[in-house]
């Protein structure tokens, strides 16, 4: 097999020697073919070399790591963020089906992270994640979510989910006009949403959106939404659930 040709972009000599390192030890697919101390440097290098992935830092010296698309009209390499930041930023990395490595790098992480590059590469709608990273990380609020069905990246407005539905290690995720099913269990979709008040976990296997419930019976412990889904309350949950869609 062919090995991927990858760049290192970070303004610390010493993390682009750590992960240099790293890569040579446990990551035998990537060619490291160039390490760049910052934005403009890196793209020379890209566009003489053309890499396939680009582990690139954050927070950097006149050029964040976010500004590099903007030096190019199509970005056809990958990337994956090397990054300190918080656990806010890491959710509005999950949200934007962006790949990320927290500072210092954890060698299991990173060997899945390049994996996942090797085995499906997901270049063609890079921009339009990494606009939505960016604009979530400025926001600091969750609009949207980024769901790969069969492929396909599909950028979702959290306000259209209704409710996900989960199926093993799959989740259906019913929005207003349409159903998608994810790669993710229900647990992920849980931590993504957490901060947002309006869904709530009602049973192991529902987690839904409480601004389309049409209907709740204390009888059967039935919800009923705006789609015409029925989903089952949990009788462990029934006091909390009530409790939230009284306030």
């Known amino acids: 097999m062919n090995k991927i040709k990858a760049i290192i972009v970070d303004d610390e000599e010493g993390a682009r020697d750590v992960l240099e390192n ?15 101390e910052n934005v403009l440097q890196a793209v020379d290098v ?21 500004e590099i698309v903007t030096f190019f009209k199509e970005i056809n390499f990958e990337i994956i963020f090397v990054t300190a930041y918080d656990q806010y930023a890491m959710r509005a990395f999950e949200v934007a089906a962006i790949d990320y490595l927290l500072k210092p790098v954890d060698i299991e992480r990173l060997k899945n992270s390049v994996a996942r590059v090797i085995q ?8 339009q994640r990494l606009s939505l990273l960016s604009s979530t990380l400025e ?23 209704i409710a996900i539905e989960a199926q093993e290690s799959y989740c259906t995720i ?5 159903t998608f099913i994810a790669s993710k269990n229900l647990r992920h979709f849980e931590t993504v949403l957490e901060k947002m008040p309006q869904f709530f976990r009602v049973h192991k296997s529902w987690l839904v ?12 412990l039935s919800i009923q939404l705006s789609n015409g ?3 089952k309350l949990s009788k462990y949950k029934k006091a909390e659930f009530e409790e939230a869609i009284a306030s």
Do not use: W
């Not at 790293?22 to 760049?36: G, H, N, Q, Y």
């Not at 499906?120 to 921009?127: A, Y």
């Not at 959106?209 to 059967?220: L, M, P, V």
């Open 22 to 36: 790293l890569l040579l030890r446990f990551c035998p697919d990537v060619d490291l073919i160039a390490k760049c």
């Open 46 to 66: 890209i566009k003489t070399q053309q890499p396939d992935l680009v582990f690139l830092d954050i927070e950097m010296p006149n050029y964040s790591g976010f």
């Open 120 to 127: 499906q590469k997901n270049i063609e709608q890079q921009s």
């Open 139 to 161: 926001s600091k609020q969750l609009k949207n979510i980024v769901i790969s069905d069969k492929g396909q990246q599909n950028i979702i407005a959290i306000d259209r989910i």
């Open 174 to 178: 019913h929005t207003s006009d349409k």
């Open 209 to 220: 959106n409480k601004d389309c419930i049409k209907h709740y019976s204390k009888s059967d």
């Open 229 to 231: 889904l029925i989903t």
